[in-house]
């Protein structure tokens, strides 16, 4: 039976249970809250992410991935301080977020560039995935990037190809974010074909953000997952249409090729929880569990396809089974 790398050390795939597939433990602006430290406190901010965390296991979720890379803030000394008190495994992800350009740091170096020598990205995310995130022996168990309006610009195609290596060196498999009025789940697609990466080891993020079934059906066709990921983000797509979606899909038999998610946080910089209370009160871990399950089910979904794309689907991305029998 294959493992799965998690926060807390390695599990048996068959242990993972229901998983949302696209979460945040914490997104953070390191430089902001470093000079403004009212905006965080340590103690308050871990009790609150185990409290959120045991509400999602009493709903019935057993593991979450936090897909918090760099450029997100991604700091696993904190989510490990959560996943010790936390009932609900969490995997952790590396990669690196960005829609248009890299820091400096990383923009003078690689080949070609002022600083020269090799791409420094793939040799940063296998060490994530071999030896451990910042010295603390957890290592990522998924791979993140980013595509967005601005389209490929030559610092996201560095992060594409990047990510592209460390899984093709690790088996690792990819998880992205796309921005779906664009279509950027295509530009992905092509960019991973180029590098030999197997689409079924790819999650297209943010899919869920799209009723065009055409645009849909190009991206399964194509061979990857999708990730229906932000229920709860009723101002991108209203509730009734992101629940038609999955259920016309599971319909025609792509129940096998989606998974679930809320692209929630227990905390983020970005958005405060009073704005999300007031603007946003679906976008929550719990959602899928109180409200999504039972509009599927209500719109013909099986409960037999709601464990597929929450338990099996999971499972065999993570565990990085070979996937080309399901196309």
Same mark, same amino acid.
């Given at each position: 039976?294959?493992? #799965?790398?998690?926060?807390?050390?390695?599990?048996?795939?068959?242990?993972?249970? @229901?998983?949302?597939?696209?979460?945040?433990?914490?997104?953070? $602006?390191?430089?902001?809250?470093?000079?403004?430290?009212?905006?965080? /406190?340590?103690?308050?901010? #871990? !009790?609150?992410?185990?409290?959120?965390?045991?509400?999602?296991?009493?709903?019935?979720?057993?593991?979450?991935?936090?897909?918090?890379?760099?450029?997100?803030?991604?700091?696993? @000394?904190?989510?490990?301080?959560v996943a010790e008190?936390?009932?609900?495994? +969490?995997?952790?992800?590396?990669?690196?977020?960005t829609f248009t350009?890299?820091?400096?740091?990383?923009?003078?170096?690689?080949?070609?560039?002022?600083?020269?020598?090799?791409?420094?990205?793939?040799?940063?995310?296998?060490? /994530?995935?071999?030896?451990? *995130?910042?010295?603390?022996?957890?290592?990522?168990?998924?791979?993140?990037?980013?595509? /967005?309006?601005?389209?490929?610009?030559?610092?996201?195609?560095?992060?594409?190809?990047?990510?592209?290596?460390?899984?093709?060196?690790?088996? #690792?498999?990819?998880?992205?974010?796309? /921005?779906?009025?664009?279509?950027?789940?295509?530009?992905?697609?092509? *960019?991973?074909? %180029?590098?030999? #990466?197997?689409?079924?080891?790819?999650? *297209?993020?943010?899919?869920?953000?799209? &009723?065009?079934?055409?645009?849909?059906?190009? =991206?399964?066709?194509?061979?990857?997952?999708?990730?229906?990921?932000?229920?709860?983000?009723?101002?991108?797509?209203?509730? %009734?249409n992101r629940v038609?979606?999955? !259920?016309? =899909?599971?319909?025609?038999?792509?129940?096998?090729?989606?998974?679930?998610?809320? &692209?929630?946080?227990?905390?983020?910089? $970005?958005?405060? &929880?009073?704005? @999300?209370? @007031?603007?946003?009160?679906?976008?929550?871990?719990?959602?899928?569990?109180?409200?999504?399950?039972?509009?599927?089910?209500?719109?013909?979904?099986?409960?037999?396809?709601?464990?597929?794309?929450?338990?099996?689907?999971?499972?065999? +991305?993570?565990?990085?089974?070979?996937? %080309?029998?399901?196309?």
């Open positions: 039976m294959a493992t #799965v790398q998690t926060v807390t050390g390695s599990v048996d795939e068959a242990n993972l249970g @229901r998983v949302l597939m696209h979460e945040h433990v914490f997104v953070l $602006n390191h430089e902001y809250a470093v000079n403004y430290p009212d905006t965080w /406190d340590d103690e308050v901010r #871990v !009790a609150d992410a185990v409290d959120k965390l045991t509400a999602l296991k009493r709903c019935g979720v057993d593991t979450i991935v936090d897909l918090t890379v760099l450029g997100l803030g991604r700091d696993i @000394r904190r989510v490990c301080e008190r936390s009932p609900v495994s +969490i995997v952790a992800a590396t990669g690196f977020y350009e890299l820091p400096s740091y990383l923009r003078l170096r690689g080949p070609g560039r002022m600083v020269g020598g090799e791409e420094p990205m793939t040799g940063m995310f296998v060490k /994530d995935i071999t030896e451990g *995130i910042a010295g603390t022996g957890v290592k990522a168990g998924i791979l993140k990037c980013a595509t /967005d309006v601005p389209g490929v610009t030559p610092d996201v195609e560095r992060v594409l190809r990047s990510v592209a290596r460390a899984h093709i060196e690790t088996g #690792v498999p990819i998880s992205t974010h796309t /921005d779906v009025s664009t279509q950027r789940g295509l530009d992905q697609q092509k *960019i991973f074909a %180029e590098e030999g #990466v197997d689409p079924g080891s790819v999650v *297209i993020g943010h899919s869920g953000d799209s &009723d065009d079934l055409d645009y849909l059906l190009r =991206l399964l066709d194509n061979g990857s997952y999708l990730g229906m990921d932000r229920f709860g983000l009723d101002n991108r797509l209203s509730f %009734e038609r979606t999955v !259920a016309e =899909l599971a319909q025609r038999g792509y129940a096998s090729r989606m998974v679930l998610s809320h &692209d929630a946080s227990c905390h983020s910089h $970005n958005f405060p &929880d009073d704005f @999300r209370a @007031r603007n946003m009160p679906n976008w929550r871990f719990t959602h899928i569990t109180e409200d999504v399950i039972p509009a599927l089910l209500e719109a013909g979904v099986t409960q037999s396809d709601i464990e597929t794309m929450l338990v099996d689907n999971p499972r065999k +991305i993570l565990a990085g089974q070979d996937t %080309e029998a399901l196309r």
